[in-house]
């Protein structure tokens, strides 16, 4: 596919929903890659040490959004923008690879005309090098984590939609620094295994401070998913992207693309999505008749959504009754619109962030209310608990200046997160591997989920203590009206 355009090529049919062959679901998830990200990579690791620019250095987008995270330069809720891989057919490797944002590689306004038919965008990117036409070879989505101590459990939610992550450590830092060392153990409880190493800043340190830091960072990855990758320097500040000086972006870019795998993707299951983000769209003073409903945002983990289907979002609506009991009522609505960023699509696969538009009522989406709950198909959703049983294990130490290991004794706080949802619950059982927590609110946990555990620390935030496994629970109360 070396074309000067590329497109979906016409018309695409939608999926059926039953089971399909291996080859039918390389095809399909081939032709949904022209519309939305395959692949969802996160950055980690400690605050300021250059993730948030990495993210625009690769897709040209500012994913600090709120005017305090602007304000203090400072990620406070999980960043996302979504970038395209492209390989040069005459330069050497790793010159071929470059990215750009989906916006800039959509197709200008006097080649669009071969690609009226789509439905798919039309994209092109020519060689930085060359100027060649390259082939889109990877379309990916980033989660942009908080370092910030303060917003571990952000980060958990962030990690539970990633394939594989990127952590950065910069050069003019000792290693490890605290939230480099505790991301990376976030990483590893929920399973990641691609975690490519970046060494940032190193245009502040000469050549000795380099690999002074690239030998403290060997040390310091030896025995995790991490150790697996190359360790690759950059060098990606905003003011060296403006002067053409940063480098080994390329470097990133063919790691990204040759190493890290598609994952098998499940798409004859039910449809299930953790909401991540959910927003009302509706500006100040629009007139009733032309509100539009509210939109859920998450990563698709398995099945297939189209426009049109009817969906159920649990825990819903939490109510509480006069004698201070919870129960909860599910939300049922229909999907009228999803969008890949800009880009308007008639069905999803698993893979990517996507805005999925309903008819839910746009207060009860609005600021994020509807995180952590999750999407799937009437019939086929999760239990929602009250209660939970898992069998756990700490870590071997925690990741503070004590370096203990952490206990878990009835009447404890730990911070529960299980995909997108962060909730607290109060431990009424912990002994032989076991423990058992009464939730604040009710949560909707698949079976078997992996759970991370946090716990309270001196300064007011959460610290990463461990990871269950659920084995059971206790249901949350249904509302009978």
Known sequence: MTSSAVSGGGAAALPRT????EAEERVLLREAMLRQPTVNIGTIGHVAHGKTSLVEALSSVKTCKMAIEKKLNRTMRLGYADFLIWKCPKCPRPQCYSSCGADAAILKQQHKKQCDASPAPC????????????????????????????????????????????????????VPQPQTEEHLAGASIMGLEHVVTVQNKVDLVGFDGARENHEQILEFIKGTAAERAPVIPVCCSPANIASHKSFNLDV????????????????????????IRSFDVNRPGTLFEELKGGVAGGSILQ?????????????????????????YRPIQTKVISLHSEQTPLQFATPGGLIGV???????????????????GVPGNMPEVYQALELKFILLRRTVDASHKKATITVGNQLLCTVWSLSVPGTVTYAKAGVLRLELKGPACVPAGARVSLSQRHDKGGWRLVGVGMLTRGLPAAAATC
Request: with cysteine; net charge neutral.
């Open 303 to 327: 099945g297939i959504l189209k426009v049109g289907d009817k969906i159920e979002v649990r825990p819903g609506l939490v109510l509480k009754a006069a004698d201070g009991r919870l129960s």
């Open 252 to 275: 990133l870019c063919q790691y990204l693309t040759e190493r890290v795998p598609e994952p098998k993707r499940e798409l004859s299951k039910p449809f299930l999505m953790p909401i």
């Open 18 to 21: 039953t089971t399909m062959s």
């Open 357 to 375: 538009g309903t008819l839910i009522d746009p207060t009860i989406t609005k600021s994020d209310r509807l995180a952590g709950q999750i999407a």
């Open 123 to 174: 994209f092109q990117h020519n060689c930085p090098h060359c100027g060649e036409h390259g082939e889109l070879v990877k379309h990916l989505s980033v989660v942009d984590c908080p370092g910030h101590e303060c917003y571990m459990a952000t980060m958990m939610s962030g990690a539970s939609v990633m394939d594989a992550a990127v952590l950065l450590i910069a050069a003019n830092e000792r």
